[in-house]
């Protein structure tokens, strides 16, 4: 049984930073293609970013602020947030699509998510 989950959101104020961690079971995330969408109040689900074997890749809007990364032994990716504006508000997932699909953000490929966590950036 394959799953996710996501923690460390939190309340924070605008300039502070979050770490959210992704936990995969019954499965090695070395293998496949991770990715963390967000949807935030009154918004549309966005991909923010993606790391796969081979490539990583980052929503404009977060480009050098957010980092993504996996540890060593498969079970987690994490996503470094620096710099966090109100805009970043919002319910965050990660999810998991066949590693050969590589950074793509089209939701439709991700057969697995976790259940998110909320990031409140407050101003």
């Known amino acids: 049984q394959s799953q996710l989950a996501e923690a460390g959101g939190n309340l924070v104020q605008p300039g502070e930073s979050l770490q959210l961690s992704c936990v995969a079971s019954?499965?090695?995330?070395?293998?496949?293609?991770i990715t963390w969408f967000r949807q935030g109040p009154g918004k549309e689900r966005e991909a923010v970013s993606c790391l796969s074997p081979t490539s990583t890749k980052y929503a404009e809007s977060v480009k050098g602020r957010f980092t993504i990364s996996r540890d060593g032994v498969g079970t987690t990716v994490r996503l470094q947030m620096n710099d966090l504006t109100p805009e970043d508000s919002g319910t965050y997932y990660c999810?998991?699509?066949?590693?050969?699909?590589?950074?793509?953000?089209?939701?439709?490929?991700?057969?697995?998510w976790g259940q998110g966590t909320q990031v409140t950036v407050y101003s």
């Open positions: 999810a998991r699509a066949r590693g050969d699909s590589g950074c793509s953000f089209e939701a439709a490929l991700y057969n697995t």
């Open positions: 019954g499965f090695s995330v070395t293998y496949y293609t």
